[in-house]
Structures are given as structure tokens and as C-alpha cells.
């Protein structure tokens, strides 16, 4: 059996501060990791609905983002299924809304890859500055760390440079 076509992707728009943790983490990985044949990685940012190509191509998809999910910030999250619906909580966000749209938009064409979102709870989604919250960077190696172990549990391997 052939190992599954996994896309890791980095969404989030880095100028509003923790908002953008997701597009760090991608940056960081390209910096640090090489990863087996079948792992694409990717900053997808706030491209949306252009991201819908990478998406059919892929039999897994894992996200890496900023997720509101009520607890303190810097707080880490794994979301699949239904739980998706939480790394939606960006009412004003760029990016949010088409993620699942764009899945939706998937089974449509009768190839919906499998997803799991890495989320890290945000201090601050609002204000303009390019660098996370403290607590955001304090946290940020232990989500990493998970969505590197996530990695392996989906089928893809990392190897650091």
C-alpha cells in the first residue's frame, strides 16, 4: 500500500499577531525539518479557496492555525470531524471560513481528504504587529512537537537538517 499523500498546511495571516501561528509554524518547519516523499508542506496563509487544488490532491490534510477554543491562551488543540467547526471562531478572520468551506467544497467532487487541525488557543487575534504573544512563543515548541507527532501518526515522517 502506497503512503497516503499528506499536505501540512500553515493557514493564519501573520499580521495580526497570534492569529499568524499557523504560517510560523510552516516557516519554522521549512527551516528546520525535510520530510518524506509523500509530505507536502505549505504556508497557505489567507489564501482560501486557492488552496482547493493542494486539498484534492491529498488523501490528509493537517492544519496547523490559531483555534478559539475557551481555554487560557497558549492552550493546544487537536480538532477533527465535527470539532473542525472550532477553528472557525475568527468571525472577522480572512482565512477561517473557507477552510472548511473549501472541505466541503471537496466532498462535492467526491475527494475530501482526511483532516486534523493543530490549533493553538490566541492571546491576541486583533492587534497589527507581526510577532506572537509571549505566552504564544512560550508555547510554541510544544506545538511543534505535536504536530510533528501528529505527522507520523498520519504517515509522514520528519527529519530535522
Aim: glycine share 10%; proline share 5%.
Amino acid at each position: 500500500m502506497d503512503a497516503p499523500r499528506i499536505l501540512l498546511l500553515g493557514v493564519g495571516n501573520i499580521l495580526y499577531s497570534d492569529e499568524g501561528v499557523g504560517v510560523h509554524a510552516a516557516n519554522y518547519l521549512e527551516k528546520h525539518y525535510t520530510f518524506s516523499p509523500n509530505v507536502t508542506l505549505m504556508e497557505g496563509g489567507v489564501l482560501g479557496k486557492l488552496l482547493m487544488p493542494q486539498l484534492l490532491d491529498a488523501d490528509r490534510v493537517l492544519v496547523m492555525d490559531a483555534v478559539l477554543g475557551g481555554e487560557k491562551p497558549g492552550s493546544i488543540y487537536r480538532l477533527t470531524d465535527n470539532s473542525l467547526r472550532k477553528s472557525l471562531g475568527f468571525s472577522d478572520s480572512q482565512h477561517q471560513v473557507d477552510l472548511v468551506d473549501i472541505l466541503i467544497s471537496c466532498d462535492l467532487t467526491g475527494h475530501r481528504p482526511e483532516a486534523v487541525v493543530i490549533g493553538m488557543e490566541p492571546e491576541d487575534w486583533k492587534t497589527l504587529q507581526m510577532e506572537m504573544t509571549p505566552v504564544v512563543q512560550q508555547n510554541f515548541q510544544r506545538f511543534i512537537d505535536l504536530i510533528l507527532r501528529e505527522l507520523v501518526i498520519q504517515g509522514g515522517e520528519a527529519f530535522p537538517k
